[in-house]
């Protein structure tokens, strides 16, 4: 059987079995942080359920990785508060119960795939089911011959799966994911998003942060978006649609965040070019 | 059993030493051996120098002055060090956000590199250390609480550079904390007869034969120890740094284009590590000033002091500028500039900006406690050769911001490759002068030999010899 079958035929299953009851496994209330004079974030309130995803979409610099970092703990905030699983972001209980996928995986270049998901495991204590969530991604993912190679060797889209391999497998209650398809290559893009639906599938609450808007419309199960801290707009992507009464989420995007006429604004100024 | 982020950090630095002694062996093997035979020079040193001071040491002044030399400096590395340690954002955002506590970060990225740094720096501290006292009243012994003493000051200046980072950010109770700690170690030390000393001033009292060697080295282990502790727990509950109104930086040129040692002296002299350490060795270099102002020591003993401590911090910068080119290669590799300037402005500015806090505390120093020519050109000679050697290990170990303990690591390289020089010098210089040369030409020689060096260790990092 090769590889990818047995990920076919086990994959899914695995990663998708035995759906369990949780608690909210995100609540966001009237976070606020600034940095210096700039408010990264004012009063954001964002609840993400067990067992769905929700996308963070917006423009850059409009505070969805500050928020990402602050349910991770990595981050204080101002004022607001943030419970993961019901006990509050950044205590051990709450760090337990996440995983993060960062935007920019750094640290312990000299750790080979295998070594680095390992350590993963070990620090967040994970099992046998972990592990072996780790060898179906890691198939998937087609990280497989690379297990030996040192981070510090691989491309950032591949840096990025092995990230995706060690927090995804650790199947936590909350999973973090910064800039999701950001750096991977279209296959690569196909198994996060299927591993993302079948953690939301046994329960897990996903968080991602993304700008594609085409794969936030697919893989989520509701949109928030966020502008200049604020969250503006939010919802299943299908009331978003009506609600705007646009063809596309890009459509949605402009209209809420951006500047409708941009496409033709700019057509006309690049024409001097 | 050892923490798995423990056996993470140190089969990375297990990697990245064997990865640079595999792409420089020669040069690798070069400092190995040096380092291996140091404490064998050192010895020889100690007992001659010990020999001709110790008629001398049975004056306080001689004995606190002793100990002062090598604690202040070991002060202001600790201080340093405390500075650019990054913590646990060096782990990355991912392991950044385990539940593995926040001693375990700081811990796994400070053992394995200190363990590093212990090896090449610990020998020839004891050796110089004990062969010095050997010729004391107090013997071997209490040169062995000298060199814990030292130690010992580590930790003590990593803890008031806590103290500093509290008061900036906001953390009251802690700057008060540590403001009572430094008062109460003022006053241990003025109940046992040097307040600057405080409680390791049994071990000055221990060389001159007037208190117990064994009672002198058990009080500074204790005090190593506690301040060992202090320190990290303070550096693992440190707060967070307090988002500044962004303001924008001066603009480097006008207009137009920016020319390449203006870029790198931006990307270096911006880095809040090197900013903190310029003012952590001018406020040490001050104590200095103070201290030398105070005691009993002749002119320049003062300016001595002080610049030699305000140059260990200051070295930070030139330690920096491997890594900041390092990062930037994408920006230097597709530039069609000759990568020989970049090299050239990256020697320039650690120099430069290695120079500028002891330049400052120099000139301070000769106001308040009296220079004379010779001693300003050995401070010269040392500022160069130290930056260089700095510059060097930068360039060899980069300091990145994106390794657990990856600054450490660079330190101890600095540590190994300072220690190399200095014996290698102690070796040469003396021939070198005994066929007639002047001093200050062999200085020169000297210091371009280390600047050369230096030069081409960041030429080899940045690539020069592929262009």
Redesign the interface.
């Known amino acids: 059987m090769s590889a990818a079958t047995r990920y076919e035929t086990d994959g899914r299953a695995a990663l998708g079995r035995s759906p369990a009851p949780l608690p909210l496994a995100l609540d966001v209330a009237g976070v606020s942080k600034?940095?210096?004079?700039?408010p990264a974030l004012a009063g954001v309130d964002l609840r993400v359920n067990a067992g769905t995803v929700v996308g963070l979409v917006g423009p850059n610099g409009s505070g969805k990785t500050t928020l990402l970092?602050a349910a991770?703990?990595?981050?204080?905030f101002d004022e607001g508060s943030i419970r993961v699983g019901g006990v509050p972001a950044g205590s051990?209980?709450a760090?337990?119960a996440?995983?993060?996928?960062?935007d920019?995986?750094?640290?312990?270049?000299?750790?080979t795939v295998a070594?680095f998901v390992?350590?993963?495991h070990?620090?967040?204590?994970a099992g046998e089911s972990a592990r072996a969530r780790a060898r179906l991604l890691t198939v998937a993912f087609g990280l497989d011959a690379r297990l030996d190679q040192?981070l510090g060797s691989l491309s950032r889209g591949l840096r990025r799966q092995a990230?995706s391999v060690?927090?995804l497998s650790l199947a936590p209650a909350l999973v973090l994911v910064d800039e999701a398809t950001a750096t991977l290559d279209p296959e690569a893009v196909v198994v996060l998003s299927e591993a993302l639906g079948a953690l939301a599938g046994r329960g897990c609450g996903v968080l991602l942060a993304t700008q594609d808007l085409h794969f936030a419309g697919t893989v989520c199960d509701e949109i928030v978006l966020l502008h200049r801290g604020v969250v503006v707009d939010g919802g299943e992507t299908w009331e978003l649609l009506e609600r705007h009464t646009a063809d596309t989420l890009e459509d949605v995007f402009l209209a809420t965040l951006g500047d409708g006429r941009l496409r033709e604004r700019v057509r006309d100024a690049f024409a001097a070019l | 059993m050892p923490s798995?982020?423990f056996d993470?950090v140190a089969?990375?630095?297990v990697?990245?030493l064997r990865?640079l002694a595999a792409t420089a062996p020669l040069p690798a093997a070069v400092v190995a051996v040096l380092v291996l035979a140091a404490p064998i020079a050192l010895i020889r040193i100690g007992r001659i120098v010990g020999g001709e001071l110790a008629a001398a040491v049975g004056a306080e002044s001689v004995q606190e002055a002793v100990v002062l030399g090598p604690v202040l400096a070991a002060a202001m590395a600790g201080a340093a060090l405390a500075l650019s340690l990054p913590g646990a954002a060096?782990?990355?955002?991912?392991?950044?956000?385990?539940?593995?506590?926040r001693h375990a970060p700081l811990l796994a990225g400070l053992v394995v590199p200190a363990a590093v740094g212990a090896l090449a720096v610990l020998p020839s501290l004891l050796a110089s250390c004990v062969s010095l006292a050997s010729a004391f009243p107090g013997g071997p012994v209490a040169g062995a609480a000298l060199a814990v003493a030292t130690i010992a000051a580590v930790p003590a200046g990593a803890v008031a550079a806590e103290g500093w980072l509290a008061v900036i950010r906001g953390m009251r109770r802690r700057a008060l904390a540590i403001l009572g700690g430094v008062v109460a170690w003022a006053a241990a030390g003025f109940a046992s007869g040097s307040v600057p000393l405080g409680p390791l001033a049994p071990v000055a009292t221990a060389l001159g034969g007037t208190t117990s060697p064994w009672l002198a080295f058990a009080f500074a282990f204790a005090v190593s120890l506690a301040l060992g502790l202090t320190w990290v727990a303070t550096a693992a509950t440190r707060a967070?740094p307090r988002?500044?109104?962004?303001r924008p930086p001066r603009r480097l040129v006008p207009g137009g284009h920016v020319p390449v040692p203006a870029a790198v002296a931006a990307l270096v002299t911006r880095r809040s590590d090197v900013r903190l350490a310029a003012v952590g060795a001018v406020g040490f270099g001050i104590a200095g000033t103070v201290i030398g102002s105070l005691g009993s020591s002749p002119a320049p003993g003062g300016f001595l002091l002080a610049t030699t401590t305000a140059l260990l911090g200051a070295t930070v910068c030139s330690l920096v500028v491997g890594g900041a080119l390092a990062d930037g290669g994408w920006l230097w590799d597709a530039a069609p500039v000759a990568r020989r300037l970049t090299v050239a402005s990256g020697v320039g500015v650690g120099l430069a900006g290695s120079a500028l806090p002891v330049v400052l505390v120099g000139i301070g120093a000769t106001a308040f406690a009296g220079a004379d020519w010779p001693a300003v050109g050995v401070v010269a000679a040392l500022v160069i050769t130290g930056s260089a050697a700095a510059l060097a290990a930068g360039a060899a170990v980069p300091w990145r911001g994106?390794?657990?303990g990856d600054q450490m690591a660079t330190f101890a390289a600095f540590a190994a490759i300072a220690l190399a020089g200095s014996l290698l010098v102690g070796l040469i210089a003396p021939r070198l002068v005994a066929l007639g040369l002047p001093d200050a030409v062999v200085a020169g020689v000297v210091c371009a030999a280390f600047v050369g060096a230096a030069g081409f260790t960041l030429g080899r990092r940045l690539g020069v010899s592929a262009r």
């Open positions: 600034r940095f210096g004079a700039a970092h991770a703990g990595l981050l204080a051990r209980a760090r337990a996440t995983a993060l996928v960062p920019e995986p750094a640290g312990f270049d000299e750790l070594e390992a350590l993963v070990a620090l967040w204590g040192r990230s060690a927090a | 798995p982020l993470a089969r990375c630095h990697r990245r990865g060096a782990l990355g955002q991912q392991i950044g956000a385990s539940p593995c506590g967070e988002a500044r109104a962004s994106k390794g657990v």
